[in-house]
């Protein structure tokens, strides 16, 4: 016992007291008298074990604190889709550089499905966005942090937003910007599309490039199937206008998809969750 009080820098009356209040706690004794000395007990064992673990973990802990702290921080690798790019990124991004964990950041766009291979073979440690299809999860982990719809995108003065009885029938008449077929949203569109009578447009283009569609759409007369995340700050000043239907069929999960078996970071860790917090003033002021 003054072994232990000097090894923790206390009292050896306040070691005693301490295994004492533990022993309270699981109701068993953890030490044993052995002559005129103590031994640890059966029960003592069974739990030192657990105990050295716990500690363990915290020194852990601790380390990759202090790692993340320094100014080789470890890197962190973050693929995006255009919604989180648009929106919650470039602040949480920006509020993470300035805690100063000194970690290298990287922001990979792309299409769903080549994002999660990349992050499967250990490319990237985060893909933020929406949640992909189930054949396209296998190994990876989802954390959901709002829902969105797809919104379909006009230039202000396009001749659609002035029609009252607006069908989706009428986008056969235009150029349609349309999700490729490997981006998380485009079975949403394909759905809704089907779901109206419409099997096929004559005239699209496939594009996940969120610059190419603001162009297009604005220059062009021509309609885009978007994420409405990606476009939110045009929609709000005005530089780009919505067609008023209901998307709802379209709303899915966008959050952070991590490996399963992988421990993040402490510097992935403090990403993560500056993540969430920004996702939840977003929220706070809707």
């Not at 982990?141 to 919104?151: H, I, K, R």
Request: no cysteine.
């Amino acid at each position: 016992m003054g072994k232990a009080a000097d090894a923790l820098a206390i009292t050896q009356p306040a070691v005693t007291r301490t295994m004492r209040e533990i022993e309270d706690i699981l109701g068993v004794s953890l030490l044993e008298k052995d002559g005129r000395g103590i031994r640890v007990s059966h029960f003592g064992e069974v739990f030192l074990k657990h105990a050295g673990e716990s500690l363990a973990a915290v020194q852990r802990g601790m380390d990759s604190l202090a790692q993340a702290l320094k100014s080789e921080g470890p890197p962190v690798r973050i693929g995006t889709l255009p919604t989180a790019s648009a929106t919650i990124m470039p602040d949480a991004v920006a509020e993470f550089l300035a805690i100063g964990t000194g970690s290298q950041v990287t922001i990979v766009s792309g299409e769903n499905r080549v994002l999660l291979n990349s992050l499967r073979l250990g490319e990237l440690d985060l893909v933020v966005g929406r949640l992909a299809a189930p054949e396209y999860m296998t190994g990876l982990t989802f954390e959901p942090l709002y829902s969105e719809e797809v919104a379909i995108i006009v230039s202000p003065n396009h001749p659609l937003l002035a029609r009252r009885n607006f069908t989706l029938g009428a986008l056969a008449n235009y150029t349609v910007l349309m999700p490729t077929k490997n981006s998380v949203i485009r079975p949403f569109v394909d759905r809704l599309l089907l779901t109206n009578g419409i099997p096929d447009l004559p005239n699209t283009v496939e594009t996940v490039s969120d610059s190419f569609g603001r162009a297009f759409v604005t220059r062009h007369n021509a309609i885009w199937f978007i994420s409405r995340g990606v476009v939110a700050d045009e929609l709000q000043s005005g530089r780009l206008a919505e067609l008023e239907i209901d998307m709802g069929e379209t709303r899915g999960a966008v959050g952070l998809t991590t490996p399963a078996a992988v421990e993040p970071s402490a510097a992935l860790a403090l990403m993560k969750q500056t993540i969430r917090n920004h996702v939840a003033a977003r929220t706070a002021l809707i």
